[in-house]
């Protein structure tokens, strides 16, 4: 389920409504930000002008708390309107929960720190927008219950929207008082690690050519280079380093570059061989990335 902003805003709304006078007393909704992915004058101007929780808590990870998620809580329009033009490059999704902020805030931390097959405790940032989906999937495990218990809902920004996750929360029942944590059992580390490349490819596109981004959320932007990845394999690519520009070109030109004649004469001949994209794509005379590089 894919939402605009404004059909997002209604649904929340909504939900709102339909609770009873007890439990709409006792929901906040809430932005999840990863604040260390802020510029530092954003953090400072995020800090002073919203209120915010920072997930983790735990002493350990004292030197983390500053730079890692925190729960801001306001009205919808105030975390639309302001919050996420401002944090958008930090901003996890919004969710409505059903305990105090300050709990959810901790509790999500608690389960940041996750345990391996072998015991070990490692940090997992499963509130990103590549990894929620994911984690979400496990409803089966012991830990689902606790995480997603005191939420009703939990929405993600991503390439065709907001999308809509159910939390476990519901009027008859009480908020979860548990401890389980998330462990890294087989299953879910090969969920996990589907196509690291796709983030290896992100990475260095941020790295080199950042100016080729339109938007600053690094969901939407992972969704964009997934999406031109998953369309070079089907096209019958496979190096690393033509995948990579092919998705260059789609995040500078936007996917309809994939049905360009040039482009799509360049990626016939990088599949024939022997020559690259990047070396086919300068004869056939496609768009080069410069010209497409955002302010």
């Not at 260390?36 to 350990?60: I, K, M, N």
């Not at 969704?223 to 995040?251: E, P």
């Amino acid at each position: 389920m894919s939402l605009d902003e404004q059909a997002l805003h209604e649904r929340i709304e909504h939900c709102l409504s339909a609770l009873d006078d007890t439990a709409r007393e006792s929901t906040s909704i809430g932005a999840v930000v990863e604040v260390g992915l802020l510029a530092e004058d954003e953090r400072a101007e995020v800090r002073a002008r919203f209120q915010g929780q920072a997930w983790l808590q735990q002493p350990e990870y004292s030197a983390l708390r500053q730079l890692g998620p925190w729960l801001f809580a306001a009205d919808v329009d105030t975390l639309l309107n302001d919050l996420y033009p401002l944090a958008e490059r930090g901003f996890h999704g919004l969710l409505m929960t059903h305990q105090p902020v300050a709990h959810e805030a901790e509790k999500l931390g608690e389960l940041c720190v996750v345990k391996d097959t072998a015991g070990d405790k490692q940090l997992l940032r499963y509130y990103a927008p590549h990894v929620l989906p994911i984690v979400h999937r496990f409803s089966d495990m012991p830990w689902h219950q606790r995480l997603f218990g005191s939420l009703s809902y939990w929405w993600l920004p991503g390439l065709e929207g907001w999308r809509e996750y159910k939390g476990r929360w519901h009027s008859q029942g009480e908020v979860p008082d548990a401890s389980e944590t998330i462990t890294l059992t087989p299953a879910l580390l090969q969920a996990l690690g589907n196509d690291p490349l796709s983030h290896q490819i992100l990475g260095e596109l941020e790295q080199s050519s950042p100016s080729l981004f339109s938007v600053a959320c690094p969901g939407i932007r992972l969704a964009i280079v997934d999406k031109a990845i998953s369309r070079a394999r089907k096209a019958g690519l496979s190096s690393t380093q033509n995948l990579s520009v092919y998705a260059a070109y789609c995040v500078a030109h936007g996917m309809e570059v994939s049905c360009e004649p040039a482009f799509a004469r360049a990626v016939e001949l990088a599949r024939a061989g022997p020559h690259s994209l990047a070396e086919n794509l300068k004869t056939t005379g496609s768009h080069s990335i410069s010209e497409a590089r955002h302010g």
